[in-house]
T-cell receptor, first 113, second 111 residues
Framework: SQTIHQWPATLVQPVGSPLSLECTVEGTSNPNLYWYRQAAGRGLQLLFYSVGIGQISSEVPQNLSASRPQDRQFILSSKKLLLSDSGFYLC????????????FGEGSRLTVL | AQSVTQPDIHITVSEGASLELRCNYSYGATPYLFWYVQSPGQGLQLLLKYFSGDTLVQGIKGFEAEFKRSQSSFNLRKPSVHWSDAAEYFCAVGVGNMLTFGGGTRLMVKP
């Protein structure tokens, strides 16, 4: 069966420090991969998605970047964190079926101080 | 572009009472529709989905949803709420590879 893992689960970082959140999927090949952010009291905002290795689409210009170095690995990064980067970050994958749903990881809570 | 509106930000119901969470979407054709649930500090879990066919869809945990094309709605229902149903619920519209989510409805359950 397919599984998705995110780490770290919780992160507290100072303003201006770098960020790396990692997401891996097991049990499937060539998934579509997504990064969403959930700020306090707000809905889900799509940040990036990827349909293949090295292929990244950005939905919202911001302080973050994403990379997909391997088929089932998706990384969210920042060179210098801002206070506004605080939030709950969710990775998700989707199979190739057009009508398929997204499957979400457990999330990573980032607090920027 | 598609959009999803969940008019109710918070809803409180008594345990054992019925529940209906509203969802309205905007899209030019019949979309793929989903309901997800999120417990605090957790990821999202799929409750149910609609692609085509029967407009009344059954999901996990005793939930169901009804697609009404004329009203552009996909409301979530449960006949009897349990305390463990307290969570945040998200409606989503799927178009191609993308899912667009509503703002969510936070459900609180009174004992």
């Amino acid at each position: 069966s397919q599984t998705i893992h995110q780490w770290p689960a919780t992160l507290v970082q100072p303003v201006g420090s770098p960020l790396s959140l990692e997401c891996t999927v097991e049990g499937t090949s060539n998934p579509n991969l997504y990064w969403y952010r959930q700020a306090a009291g707000r809905g889900l905002q799509l940040l990036f998605y990827s349909v293949g290795i090295g292929q990244i689409s950005s939905e919202v210009p911001q302080n973050l970047s994403a990379s997909r170095p391997q088929d089932r690995q998706f990384i969210l990064s920042s060179k210098k964190l801002l206070l506004s980067d605080s939030g709950f970050y969710l990775c998700a994958w989707k199979g190739l079926v057009v009508t398929g749903e997204l499957f979400f990881g457990e999330g990573s809570r980032l607090t920027v101080l | 572009a598609q959009s999803v509106t969940q008019p109710d930000i918070h809803i409180t119901v008594s345990e054992g009472a019925s529940l209906e969470l509203r969802c309205n979407y905007s899209y030019g054709a019949t979309p793929y529709l989903f309901w997800y649930v999120q417990s605090p500090g957790q990821g999202l879990q799929l409750l149910l989905k609609y692609f085509s066919g029967d407009t009344l869809v059954q999901g996990i945990k005793g939930f169901e949803a009804e697609f009404k094309r004329s009203q552009s709605s996909f409301n979530l229902r449960k006949p009897s709420v349990h305390w463990s149903d307290a969570a945040e619920y998200f409606c989503a519209v799927g178009v191609g590879n993308m899912l667009t989510f509503g703002g969510g409805t936070r459900l609180m359950v009174k004992p």
